[in-house]
């Protein structure tokens, strides 16, 4: 068998790997269907196996192309991550990084951590995207974002992976003028009979709380106004109309518009937070030194 495969070859393998179909696969290459068909057949004869079955409905893959796929994604992955290395090192600290942030990391530890990132890469592009876990998962594996900044407690999955940095915990809050803030203790009975405002598909978030709620025998609150935004989430609190369960660190943000933690007995949800990031990432050396950057940035921080 010849010495390893050429990168065309690889490009080849895996389109067809990704559409099953030929004429799609050579559409994304931008070469002809012949063309595509060749580069298969010479790459089986280099390495002397069938990859494909050839039918009517497609080629389905044998035993040896899913063998192959797995080391060509490493192969892939490994030589784009060399010349992402090799650019910047050529560039002088240039390179992209795109973040996806959950809304903790919005007033802890982000924002020096790039500011900090900056710094060291002069020509180094950062863009960040707020959101909930399940907006920015599925753009991680797309690979849209480089890196997402949230909490962990997600099932597992084979494509990623996580990295914990600090624990928090979830707090009620309100306007010190909300009927709650007026109690020493609030019940979960008092609780479902106010208002509360969430964000936008924070569905792993709002299953905590209705989760809190049904081991304890009680119907959970309903969510009445939703935003995108967590700087409208503390806006809609200072109206006094509305209750929310956000992140223990908000609150010192949301002190000078007036806000308070609601005395409840217990946590809705305690949880480590920290980076995720794809099994084979873009630009490895990036990420480690984001990595970095964030961790100084929580050295010697009191958790809950």
């Known amino acids: 068998m010849e010495d390893l495969i050429n990168s065309n070859l690889l490009s080849c393998f895996l389109a067809v790997m990704k559409h099953r179909r030929l004429t799609v696969a050579a559409d994304e290459l931008c070469i002809t269907q012949p063309a595509l068909s060749k580069s298969i057949q010479r790459l089986e004869e280099k390495l002397e196996v069938?990859?494909?079955?050839?039918?009517?409905?497609?080629?389905?893959?044998?035993?040896?192309?899913?063998?192959?796929?797995?080391?060509?994604?490493?192969?892939?992955?490994?030589?784009?991550?060399?010349?992402?290395?090799?650019?910047?090192?050529?560039?002088?600290?240039?390179?992209?990084?795109?973040?996806?942030?959950?809304?903790?990391?919005?007033?802890?530890?982000?924002?020096?951590?790039?500011?900090?990132?900056?710094?060291?890469?002069?020509?180094?592009?950062?863009?960040?995207?707020?959101?909930?876990?399940?907006?920015?998962?599925?753009?991680?594996?797309?690979?849209?974002?480089?890196?997402?900044?949230?909490?962990?407690?997600?099932?597992?999955?084979?494509?990623?992976?996580?990295?914990?940095?600090?624990t928090s915990d979830h707090i009620l809050l309100a306007h010190r003028r909300h009927p709650l803030a007026q109690l020493k203790s609030v019940s979960l009975a008092q609780l479902a009979e106010h208002r509360f405002v969430g964000l936008v598909g924070d569905y792993h978030g709002m299953e905590r709380m209705q989760r809190f709620f049904a081991l304890r025998g009680h119907q959970p609150p309903v969510v009445r106004a939703e935003a995108t935004s967590i700087e409208m989430i503390l806006s809609l609190l200072a109206t006094g109309e509305f209750v929310a369960s956000l992140a223990r660190q908000w609150l010192k943000r949301g002190e000078p518009l007036g806000l308070v933690k609601i005395p409840i007995r217990g946590t809705f949800w305690k949880f480590e937070t920290g980076i995720v990031h794809r099994v084979n990432p873009r630009d490895p050396a990036l990420i480690e030194q984001f990595e970095r950057a964030l961790r100084a940035e929580n050295e010697g921080v009191e958790h809950p």
Request: proline residues 6%; glycine residues 8%; contains cysteine.
């Open 50 to 166: 069938q990859l494909f079955d050839r039918r009517q409905d497609g080629m389905a893959p044998t035993k040896y192309a899913l063998t192959l796929a797995r080391h060509a994604y490493v192969i892939r992955a490994e030589s784009d991550a060399a010349r992402a290395e090799l650019g910047i090192l050529r560039g002088g600290g240039s390179g992209t990084l795109a973040i996806g942030i959950a809304p903790l990391w919005t007033v802890y530890g982000l924002p020096t951590a790039v500011a900090r990132l900056v710094k060291q890469r002069a020509q180094l592009q950062v863009r960040i995207v707020s959101g909930v876990l399940s907006t920015l998962i599925p753009p991680l594996l797309k690979g849209d974002l480089d890196v997402v900044c949230t909490a962990l407690d997600f099932p597992a999955q084979a494509e990623i992976v996580r990295k914990p940095i600090l």
